[in-house]
C-alpha cells in the first residue's frame, strides 16, 4: 500500500469506524469488545485489498455480516454475562424511558442466537431488504422470512416490556413496530 492509500484508509477508519462499530456490537449481541474484535479484523481484511475495493463501507459491511455468520456456524460456546444481583422487573404500570427500553433490547438480543440476532440487525438496523438479506447470509428468501418471524417472536417473549412499542397508548402518537436504528 503506497501512501495516498494509507491515507485514504486512515480517513475512512477514522470517520466511518463510529457507524460500523454500531454495527458490529449489534450483530455481537451487544458485546462490545467482541464488536470491537469483529470491526478489527474487517478492517484487516479490508486493508490487504485496499487499492481493488470500488466501495470500502459497502464491503467492510459485507465483511462484518459474513465473520459473524462464520462465528455462529462454529457454534462456538456463548459467553455468559455474570451480575452481582438480577436486574430489577419494572411494575406493571410503569412508565420506561427509553434508555431502559434500550437496555432490555440489548440485554434480549444477547439471549436470542447468533443467526436470529444476524437476521434482525440486517432486517432492521440495517434496513436491508429480504433477498439481500438471503444473499448475504447465503439462504433462502423463505428462511430469512421465518427466521425473522421465530426471532421477533422470540424477542418478544424476552422481553415483555418491548410490547408497549407495538401497541401505542390512547392518545399518543404511533411509534413504529419495528426495532430500527437504535444508539448502542
Not at 469488545?33 to 487499492?51: I, S
Not at 447468533?114 to 436491508?128: G, I, M, N, P, S
Not at 425473522?148 to 422481553?159: G, I
Request: charged residues 30%; aromatic residues 6%; proline residues 5%.
Amino acid at each position: 500500500m503506497d501512501a495516498q492509500e494509507q491515507d485514504s484508509f486512515r480517513e475512512f477508519v477514522a470517520t466511518r469506524s463510529p457507524a460500523l462499530l454500531k454495527t458490529a456490537v449489534l450483530l455481537s449481541g451487544g458485546d462490545r469488545h467482541a464488536g470491537e474484535d469483529l470491526l478489527q479484523n474487517a478492517l484487516v481484511k479490508a486493508a490487504g485489498r485496499w487499492r481493488r475495493i470500488g466501495e470500502p463501507e459497502a464491503y467492510v459491511r459485507r465483511i462484518l455480516y459474513r465473520q459473524q455468520v462464520s462465528r455462529w456456524r462454529l457454534k462456538w460456546p456463548r459467553r455468559e454475562l455474570a451480575v452481582a444481583e438480577p436486574p430489577e422487573s419494572a411494575a406493571a404500570g410503569d412508565a420506561t424511558s427509553a434508555a431502559e427500553l434500550r437496555i432490555v433490547l440489548r440485554g434480549a438480543l444477547a439471549k436470542l442466537t447468533a443467526r436470529q440476532r444476524t437476521v434482525l440487525v440486517l432486517r432492521y438496523f440495517e434496513d436491508l431488504p429480504e433477498a439481500e438479506v438471503a444473499q448475504l447470509l447465503g439462504c433462502s428468501v423463505g428462511t430469512v422470512r421465518s427466521t425473522t418471524h421465530r426471532s421477533l417472536a422470540r424477542l418478544r417473549s424476552l422481553a415483555p416490556e418491548l410490547a408497549r412499542l407495538d401497541r401505542p397508548e390512547s392518545g399518543s402518537r404511533s411509534m413504529s413496530r419495528d426495532f430500527s436504528p437504535m444508539e448502542v
